[in-house]
């Protein structure tokens, strides 16, 4: 459960700095977004998603990561 809320955690702390830092260039992206078919957008998550996967079972596994 630590690990699910620190993963948590790190994502306010990423999407913070976007919105800190680059804020007209989130709200472009938002707006992008709009016009974006539905099936691209779910594409992109699916996408992220098993990145995402791959990355925690990289740290995990090979670089030794608890």
């Given at each position: 459960?630590?690990?699910?809320?620190?993963?948590l955690g790190l994502v306010f702390v990423i999407?913070?700095?976007?919105?800190?830092?680059?804020?007209?260039?989130?709200?472009?992206?938002?707006?992008?977004?709009?016009?974006?078919?539905?099936?691209?957008?779910?594409?992109?998550?699916?996408?992220?998603?098993?990145?995402?996967?791959?990355?925690?079972?990289?740290?995990?596994?090979?670089?030794?990561?608890s």
């Amino acid at each position: 459960m630590s690990d699910f809320v620190t993963a948590l955690g790190l994502v306010f702390v990423i999407e913070g700095l976007l919105y800190a830092f680059v804020p007209g260039h989130l709200k472009a992206v938002m707006a992008l977004m709009q016009t974006t078919p539905e099936d691209s957008l779910r594409m992109g998550g699916l996408i992220a998603t098993a990145v995402g996967v791959a990355l925690v079972w990289l740290a995990r596994a090979v670089l030794g990561g608890s």
